[in-house]
């Protein structure tokens, strides 16, 4: 960042102005991120289907994962998956947080263990959701309180280099 500031003509930053500087960028990136796509609007509204569809993919996705890494477990398994399984395994254990088949196994489990969970969890979300009474709309949107771009340009400007003319 001290790169851009000084390239722009301004004194460095303190450490306060630097913070308040990149949390409102941050925080105006991440409102022209959610500009963008179905949820523009200003009086868009989040929608209990939309979620519980998103609820449900994420579920149908983590239980697919769990049915392959099933087989790093002993039992009878399509060749297939038995092959997806040992290719992940081999990489996982050329990875030195790992190190090791065996280690490589262990970690495939757990993980497994834990997609199940996550996918129960997101399948109880979507029900719980379906529980709640039938409205027309969801909730409108939260509108962002952060300072306006012109409080960031007056904090910059605050800082600006006075440049002395030549001549």
């Given at each position: 960042?001290?790169?851009?500031?000084s390239?722009?003509?301004?004194?460095?930053?303190?450490?306060?102005?630097?913070?308040?500087?990149?949390?409102?960028?941050?925080?105006?990136?991440?409102?022209?991120?959610?500009?963008?796509?179905?949820?523009?609007?200003?009086?868009a509204?989040l929608?209990?289907?939309?979620?519980q569809?998103s609820?449900?993919?994420?579920?149908?996705?983590?239980?697919?994962?769990?049915?392959?890494?099933?087989?790093?477990?002993?039992?009878?398994?399509?060749?297939?998956?038995i092959?997806?399984?040992?290719?992940?395994?081999?990489?996982?254990?050329?990875?030195?947080?790992?190190?090791?088949?065996?280690?490589?196994?262990?970690f495939?489990?757990?993980?497994?263990?834990?997609?199940?969970?996550?996918?129960?969890?997101?399948?109880?979300?979507n029900?719980?959701l379906?529980?709640?009474?039938?409205?027309r709309?969801?909730?409108?949107?939260?509108?962002?309180?952060?300072?306006?771009?012109?409080?960031?340009?007056?904090?910059?400007?605050?800082?600006?280099?006075?440049?002395?003319?030549t001549?």
């Open positions: 960042m001290n790169d851009v500031i390239t722009l003509g301004f004194r460095p930053l303190s450490k306060k102005d630097e913070s308040f500087v990149r949390s409102t960028m941050g925080h105006a990136i991440g409102q022209w991120g959610m500009s963008e796509g179905d949820y523009q609007a200003s009086d509204k929608d209990i289907e939309d979620i569809q609820l449900n993919g994420v579920a149908t996705r983590l239980d697919e994962v769990n049915d392959i890494l099933a087989a790093v477990e002993e039992g009878i398994h399509h060749t297939h998956v092959e997806v399984v040992g290719q992940i395994t081999s990489a996982l254990s050329e990875n030195p947080e790992i190190g090791s088949v065996e280690d490589a196994q262990r495939l489990a757990d993980f497994r263990s834990r997609a199940g969970t996550v996918a129960h969890g997101a399948k109880v979300a029900w719980l379906s529980t709640l009474p039938k409205r709309h969801g909730r409108i949107r939260q509108e962002w309180h952060a300072p306006t771009p012109a409080a960031l340009v007056q904090r910059l400007e605050r800082s600006k280099k006075r440049i002395k003319a001549g």
